[in-house]
């Protein structure tokens, strides 16, 4: 049920040799390098898509997933490795010839072009018949729900319409993948939610191969069969999004996925899978895979949820005194910010209204912390720190700041 | 109050600085167009009495004529050449990284900092020693350096207007890059090649200083002929010359404007 770091096939099982009992992957990558000038944009990647996966790759700016999917549509040629595409080397295949949708942040649609003639773009390409091309493409924008705009131009059309234009210029073609490259940063929240909904409904059932880059870990979460978590030109665990969620095998990953606290803690002992950690005098249960290298007695950093701590009265026994510094309230759920004892910050997430009242800032308080679901990593790993630091209505999420790009 | 009667004084005088500005921008053309009508055989200003028998000289003046042509040739060659030349350089300069890239650059556009009368002495030396002074090809080739850098700076920003994304989308559908560029590059780089064409195009037709120097009896531009014509007559003849000039320009730009817009053509709005 854990995770690996990553997909490490080992390279001698090639596709459709005996030693490999699994399917052909719908894309894989042995061992891709990619550098611009010095920079290294993506290190040495493994990577297995399966057929009809949806998968995402989901990172900060510059994290390396859009290179990644450059290198998939061949629009970048990768330094060292290989790529497959349904089986077949396509490493040094152009573009133009690996047979993939893609949709781009912009959606990049033709503009000199009416709707009907962009998504009859790549069918006109291939020289498919005249009749055969208005069929296909009447079927591609019923698919989308936009029957009866073939002959508007791009212009006329709201962000939502030309998304899905591009979507279905991108299926028409019937891709072996489609790559999606942060299609719903440009859209606004409400129209977001409706369209991962309805891309999701599309995907499933068409079956489609997809790989999806963003840097919105929700959308990741909700979407996605699997989920590659990328920081640094690295891919950092690849899991499925509850394994990547609760089960976070690296520091990056445990700050980037969700809202996390981190509880100072010592490691108290050591034990085949397991470890146990003190925070101050709690003593609680953790995976010892995370702890690799970090010796007994040693300083650790203890991650758990907002929504995992609970409030009690100060003194409590079994709680980490504390003290309310602010109250946030979210809408559905209230935010308290405590300060702990030994310094640092944390949220705790309470669902209700009740709270508002009770918690006066400066109230001394006790936090519980739950004994499963945390994770522990080493306190020296210098890592960007995933706590809310600076005032309590900054929220508590690790979200990178810009959506830009991420070459 | 006393400071509402300030402000209105300010707004006046601003008015009035713009007005004088944008008076001085078309007094010549109208001082000119003007003294073009004057029945009096002398270039004065204002005119004495009206008369339009200048421009019936003006279009029967053999020199003119022959000038006019000469020019239309000219213009025609030159600004199709500088196109084609200047199209390429400017997709090699957008598109491409290379050694020395800072290096063309600066010589590409050169001629903007060289002075013409520079360009026109150095081709006529070189013509000559060459054997092939004072023909057409030598007048060409100098205007295709005059304007070239205007049509690639004119491309150049068209290019950089046209999202590589709608390129690269092209390509994952299956377009090879000769489609790419018949089906996408090209139809949405035409407004930023007319453009260019038209800068040349209205450059050399204008074009005196190095023509001058490379042009002889048989190959003279009308600029150079008009030159010739006010060295030896000072009636309103040239002046006819300078309207007409004005006149073709203008219809040039009209036309322009009809189809693609104004803004298109002179690269102002890059909306897409």
């Not at chain 1, 709707?115 to 989308?144: F, H, Q, S, T, W």
């Not at chain 1, 840097?215 to 499925?240: F, K, N």
């Not at chain 2, 195009?201 to 042009?215: D, G, H, K, Q, R």
């Amino acid at each position: 049920m854990l995770s690996k770091a990553a997909d490490r096939s080992p390279p001698a099982s090639l596709p459709g040799t005996a030693a490999n009992p699994r399917p052909v992957p719908a894309v894989r990558l042995d061992g891709v390098v990619k550098r611009f000038g010095a920079a290294t944009a993506l290190e040495e990647t493994w990577l297995r898509v399966e057929q009809g996966e949806f998968l995402t790759l989901l990172g900060p700016s510059g994290c390396g997933k859009t290179t990644l999917l450059n290198l998939m549509a061949g629009f970048l040629e990768a330094d060292a490795g290989e790529i497959f595409i349904g089986g077949d080397l396509v490493t040094s295949t152009p573009a133009y010839e690996r047979e993939i949708g893609i949709v781009f942040q912009n959606y990049a649609l033709f503009p000199h072009m009416s709707v009907a003639k962009n998504v009859g773009y790549g069918l006109r390409m291939r020289g498919v018949p005249r009749r055969e091309i208005a069929e296909r493409v009447d079927a591609a924008l019923a698919l989308v729900k936009l029957s009866g705009f073939s002959d508007r131009s791009p212009r006329q059309l709201s962000g939502g319409q030309q998304q899905r234009v591009a979507l279905a210029r991108a299926l028409v073609i019937r891709p072996k993948v489609l790559l999606l490259d942060e299609p719903f940063s440009a859209l606004d929240k409400n129209l977001r939610g409706a369209m991962q909904v309805e891309l999701k409904e599309i995907q499933r059932r068409l079956g489609v191969t997809t790989v999806f880059v963003t840097h919105d870990q929700s959308e990741a979460l909700s979407l996605s069969d699997r989920i590659v978590v990328m920081s640094a030109g690295r891919v950092r665990q690849t899991g499925t999004p509850d394994e990547v969620y609760r089960h976070p095998q690296d520091r990056f990953v445990a700050g980037f996925i969700g809202d996390v606290n981190l509880l100072p803690a010592s490691l108290l002992a050591r034990a085949g899978e397991r470890a146990t950690v003190a925070i101050r005098d709690l003593r609680r249960d953790v995976e010892a895979a995370t702890l690799r290298g970090c010796a007994v007695g040693e300083e650790v950093d203890v991650f758990v949820r907002p929504d995992h701590l609970a409030v009690r009265q100060a003194g409590e026994a079994g709680t980490l005194p504390a003290r309310v510094a602010a109250l946030v309230y979210q809408g559905s759920h209230i935010d308290l910010h405590a300060d702990l004892a030994e310094g640092g910050r944390v949220v705790v997430r309470m669902p209700g209204q009740g709270a508002l009242a009770t918690y006066a800032p400066g109230t001394p308080v006790g936090l519980v912390v739950p004994q499963g679901g945390l994770a522990a990593f080493p306190a020296r790993d210098a890592a960007p720190s995933p706590l809310p630091q600076g005032p309590p209505d900054s929220r508590p999420s690790s979200l990178p700041p810009e959506p830009g790009s991420t070459r | 109050m006393r400071r509402r009667l300030h402000t209105r004084i300010l707004g006046l005088s601003g008015r009035l600085l713009v007005g004088l500005i944008l008076a001085f921008l078309v007094l010549p053309a109208f001082v000119v167009t003007l003294a073009a009508f004057n029945d009096r055989a002398i270039l004065s200003f204002p005119p004495a009495g009206y008369s339009t028998r200048w421009f019936a000289r003006a279009l029967t003046y053999r020199d003119f004529r022959i000038g006019l042509w000469n020019s239309l040739v000219v213009t025609a060659w030159a600004s199709t050449l500088a196109l084609a030349v200047g199209t390429g350089f400017a997709i090699a300069l957008k598109r491409y990284v290379f050694r020395l890239k800072g290096g063309l650059e600066g010589v590409l556009l050169s001629p903007l900092i060289v002075p013409h009368f520079t360009i026109g002495l150095g081709l006529l030396v070189l013509a000559t020693g060459i054997g092939a002074a004072r023909g057409f090809a030598v007048v060409v080739l100098t205007h295709v350096i005059v304007v070239l850098p205007f049509v690639i700076r004119s491309v150049y920003i068209s290019l950089q207007n046209i999202d590589e994304r709608l390129e690269l989308a092209a390509a994952s559908l299956g377009a090879r890059p000769g489609r790419v560029l018949g089906t996408i590059t090209l139809p949405l780089l035409a407004p930023g090649l007319f453009s260019g064409w038209l800068f040349a195009a209205i450059l050399s037709f204008n074009e005196f200083t190095a023509s001058l120097f490379v042009t002889g009896q048989a190959t003279q531009t009308l600029p150079v002929a008009m030159y010739g014509y006010v060295r030896e007559f000072a009636d309103p003849t040239l002046a006819a010359v300078s309207v007409i000039y004005i006149a073709v320009t203008a219809a040039l730009l009209t036309v322009a404007n009809t189809f693609l817009g104004l803004g298109k053509v002179l690269n102002v709005e890059q909306g897409r």
